[in-house]
Structure formats: structure tokens, C-alpha cells
Nanobody, 116 residues
């Protein structure tokens, strides 16, 4: 089992920045992929970014060059640095991990609202 706790969401003006954090606990040695998803009202949950143990990063086209995912293995924490935020980035952001058996785990979500 892996437990995930997100933090860092909030209200920001267009063009601003936020950094989300996801702290993992439990069977952290089993974590293979760490990622962030988001779900806007009335829309399906979508992948925002993910990072593999090799350091390979994958981004949604809509956030590429604006968002950066990183992972601090010593602190068991995954980050999502979000710059140049737009109104369309407004959503609940969820941290997720996939362990080596393919099991996925999710955090409770943190609200990000981009508005002037």
C-alpha cells in the first residue's frame, strides 16, 4: 500500500505560478511511475505529467514548456511546478503512482483555480 498526500493548490492569477507537492508513504520502494492528473468540472480526468525511475518525463501537450514534474527520492515527494498558468488549467489536481505490480494509487486531490 502507498499513501499520497497532495498540497500546494490554491487561487492564482493568470500568468502566475504554483508548485504542487505529493508526499508518499507506505511501501514507497514499490513505486515505479509518479504522476499528476487533473479533472476540470464536466471533463474527464486527464494526465498532466509523469516521471519514470529513469528520469524520463512525459507531458500533456497543453502543459508542455509550462509545467515541470520532478521527484525527490530522498524525501519521497513528487512536485509539479506550474508556470504561466491559464484559466483552462483550473481543475482538481491528483497525484498518482503506479507500483511495480501495476497497481495504481491516488491522492485526495488539491484544487487549483486560475482567475483574476
Amino acid at each position: 500500500q502507498v499513501q499520497l498526500v497532495e498540497s500546494g493548490g490554491g487561487l492564482v492569477q493568470p500568468g502566475g505560478s504554483l508548485r504542487l507537492s505529493c508526499a508518499a508513504s507506505g511501501n514507497i520502494d514499490s513505486i515505479f511511475v509518479s504522476g499528476w492528473h487533473r479533472q476540470a468540472p464536466g471533463k474527464q480526468r486527464e494526465l498532466v505529467a509523469e516521471i519514470l525511475p529513469s528520469g524520463f518525463r512525459n507531458y500533456a501537450d497543453s502543459v508542455r514548456d509550462r509545467f515541470t514534474i520532478s521527484r525527490n527520492n530522498a524525501q519521497n515527494t513528487t512536485y509539479l511546478q506550474m508556470n504561466s498558468l491559464k484559466a483552462e488549467d483550473t481543475a482538481v489536481y491528483y497525484c498518482s503512482v503506479i507500483d511495480r505490480s501495476g497497481q495504481d494509487y491516488w491522492g485526495q486531490g488539491t484544487q487549483v483555480t486560475v482567475a483574476s
